[in-house]
T-cell receptor
Framework: GNSVTQMEGPVTLSEEAFLTINCTYT??????LFWYVQYPGEGLQLLLK?????DKGSNKGFEATYRKETTSFHLEKGSVQVSDSAVYFCALSDQGTGRRALTFGSGTRLQVQP | SAVISQKPSRDICQRGTSLTIQCQVDSQVTMMFWYRQQPGQSLTLIAT?????????ESGFVIDKFPISRPNLTFSTLTVSNMSPEDSSIYLC????????????FGQGTRLTVV
């Protein structure tokens, strides 16, 4: 079956530090990959996505590259801000099998200190 | 994009009672999904709701406990039946929009506390 593995949190960084949150996956078909963000007290929002190998998703300074050879989709940001403090979820959708439901990782809480 | 409205946003319920959560999408969608997010944990898919057919439940979830309705292409309900404190979670509905550039949107969630 499909699964997503994320690095454990919480991750605590100082403002302007470099961020990496690791995500690896297993899938039986040809997944699309996503990063969702959940700010305190809010719902899930799509941060970025990639639908095929070597695609790079980017948004709000965050980037992630779909690496089929390493089955990874690591989230990076060059300079985090306090406002980036949230929980980040890596997810996949195995649309090649027609199954559009998302499989989520465990989530990584990011805390950015001023 | 899509706007998904859920209600109630939160509720505190007595054990043994049932709660129905409503999910309204501002556009027609084929499939809607219901997820559970237990405290401090990730999202787990409960079921997929298609209009005009029975919902498809994931392993560990059954229709008697989580009956789902999908009367049309913009609306669905999830009922949490005979609640116990272990059902205290955030329940979220979701739908995919678009044909080519698709993405999943989520409601704000219903925070349920069972006492």
């Amino acid at each position: 079956g499909n699964s997503v593995t994320q690095m454990e949190g919480p991750v605590t960084l100082s403002e302007e530090a470099f961020l990496t949150i690791n995500c690896t996956y297993t899938a039986t078909g040809y997944p699309s990959l996503f990063w969702y963000v959940q700010y305190p007290g809010e719902g899930l929002q799509l941060l970025l996505k990639a639908t095929k190998a070597d695609d790079k998703g980017s948004n709000k300074g965050f980037e992630a590259t779909y690496r089929k050879e390493t089955t990874s989709f690591h989230l990076e940001k060059g300079s985090v801000q306090v406002s980036d403090s949230a929980v980040y979820f890596c997810a996949l959708s195995d649309q090649g099998t027609g199954r559009r439901a998302l499989t989520f990782g465990s989530g990584t809480r990011l805390q950015v200190q001023p | 994009s899509a706007v998904i409205s859920q209600k109630p946003s939160r509720d505190i319920c007595q054990r043994g009672t049932s709660l129905t959560i409503q999910c309204q999408v501002d556009s027609q969608v084929t499939m809607m999904f219901w997820y559970r997010q237990q405290p401090g944990q990730s999202l787990t898919l409960i079921a997929t709701a298609n209009q005009g057919s029975e919902a498809t439940y994931e392993s560990g979830f059954v229709i008697d406990k989580f009956p789902i309705s999908r009367p049309n292409l913009t609306f669905s309900t999830l009922t949490v039946s005979n609640m116990s404190p272990e059902d205290s979670s955030i329940y979220l509905c979701s739908a995919w929009t678009g044909v080519i550039n698709t993405e999943a949107f989520f409601g704000q969630g219903t925070r349920l506390t069972v006492v």
